[in-house]
């Protein structure tokens, strides 16, 4: 006759199980969520960009604001039309954020309600990667239309979106930039949307030219090229997620891993 089972063993069986499942789960790798690196109000004494690059046409503007205490102003003389080259009118603020090579931004924009858009281009925002690989976003040719522009790459790519700003009101710019796998691959692609509306789609570009090795983007500028009058930013934010107009980033995933499955008790 069969001697029946402890109670006791069933419950030491479950235990065992209960540490094996654990002991699997603390050697499995933790997985990384997106992240917004930083999210900016551009005020006095509250912002990552040294206006001092730009002494004398870029301040801090209590009065215009988007959100907090203040804005950046960039202000655009008459010597900053029509061209930068004769006119030498330019300069920038930067600010650096950790690399990636697929980035989001997310900021606040508003033109005076009489800028002159520049007859070259006037920049708004570059996205700089770790070598000479970068990507403005900018009007072109004396339009307020949202242009893309990447630069020092195998072929010229200048994107145009659907969107054209309007003077005096704030817009809400949203940018995702994805670099290509590796020099002679043409796999990356950009977006863009305007107050929460896709405006911008484009693939198959970002192609790094043999022995760019660019591996990510570091760093957003902003520039005062070219253009009369004055540019306001507000609430530029970064990160390796889709940020959002509302300034709140989306959750993040909160799916727990599956149970061990297949575990056997020796």
């Known amino acids: 006759m069969r001697t029946p089972r402890p109670k006791s063993a069933g419950k ?21 969520h997106a992240t917004v690196f930083w999210d900016d109000e ?12 730009l002494q004398g046409t870029i301040s801090y503007d209590t009065s215009v604001k988007f959100s907090g205490n203040g804005s950046v102003r960039l202000d655009y003389p008459s010597n900053c039309y029509p061209d930068i080259i004769t006119a030498q009118c330019g ?14 931004t997310r ?6 309600s009489t800028f002159t858009y520049g007859n070259t281009e006037t920049k708004i925002i570059l996205s700089k990667t770790n070598t000479n690989v970068s990507s403005w976003w900018t009007t072109r040719y004396g339009s307020s239309n949202l242009v ?8 010229a790519v200048v994107e145009s979106s659907s969107f054209s700003f309007n003077r005096g009101v704030w817009t809400c710019v949203e940018m995702e930039e994805k670099l290509s796998s590796g020099p002679g691959a043409s796999d990356g692609f950009v977006n863009a949307w305007v107050n929460g509306s896709q405006v911008l789609h484009a693939t198959g570009i970002f192609t790094t030219p043999p022995g760019d090795g660019a591996t990510g ?3 957003k500028r902003i520039y005062r090229q070219v253009g009369i009058g ?5 609430r530029i934010a970064v990160g390796d997620q889709r940020i959002g107009c509302s300034g709140s980033a989306p959750a993040g995933d909160t799916t727990p891993p599956a149970s061990p499955m297949g575990l056997t008790i020796r």
């Open 217 to 219: 983007y570091i760093l």
């Open 230 to 234: 004055s540019v306001w930013f507000d």
């Open 42 to 53: 551009m005020e006095p004494g509250n912002s990552g960009f040294d206006i001092s690059m």
């Open 148 to 155: 893309d522009q990447v630069q020092f790459v195998t072929d």
């Open 91 to 104: 300069g920038f603020t930067e600010r650096s954020h950790t690399s990636t090579p697929h980035v989001f």
């Open 107 to 112: 900021y606040y924009v508003m033109f005076s």
């Open 12 to 32: 030491k069986r479950a235990l065992s199980l209960t540490l094996v499942a654990t002991a699997l789960l603390s050697l499995s790798p933790i997985l990384s």
